[in-house]
């Protein structure tokens, strides 16, 4: 079986990349598409969209301690 990917890339800040591909993966979500979106920006604003504001804090305190983010 072949999955498809799709992958976003440019090393220039401010053009739209993370808003790209949150609504992107929200769209193909809708429409019972399995994604995987995966956020390797140090300042994880993608991950901070798919999650509340608690549990980004959480994530943060938690991995305050340990490298278990990839930065």
Same mark, same amino acid.
């Given at each position: 079986? !072949?999955?498809?990917?799709? @992958?976003?890339? !440019? !090393? +220039?800040?401010?053009?739209? +990349?993370?808003? /790209?591909?949150?609504?992107?993966?929200?769209?193909?979500?809708? /429409?019972? #598409?399995?994604? /995987?979106?995966?956020?390797?920006d140090p300042q994880a604003n993608l991950t901070?969209?798919?999650?509340?504001?608690?549990?980004?804090? #959480? /994530?943060?305190?938690?991995?305050a301690d340990k490298a278990d @983010?990839?930065?």
């Amino acid at each position: 079986m !072949n999955v498809p990917a799709l @992958t976003f890339f !440019n !090393n +220039k800040g401010g053009v739209g +990349k993370t808003s /790209l591909v949150y609504h992107l993966a929200w769209m193909l979500s809708e /429409l019972d #598409r399995s994604v /995987l979106a995966v956020d390797l920006d140090p300042q994880a604003n993608l991950t901070a969209a798919f999650l509340s504001e608690g549990d980004v804090e #959480r /994530l943060w305190e938690s991995s305050a301690d340990k490298a278990d @983010t990839i930065a």
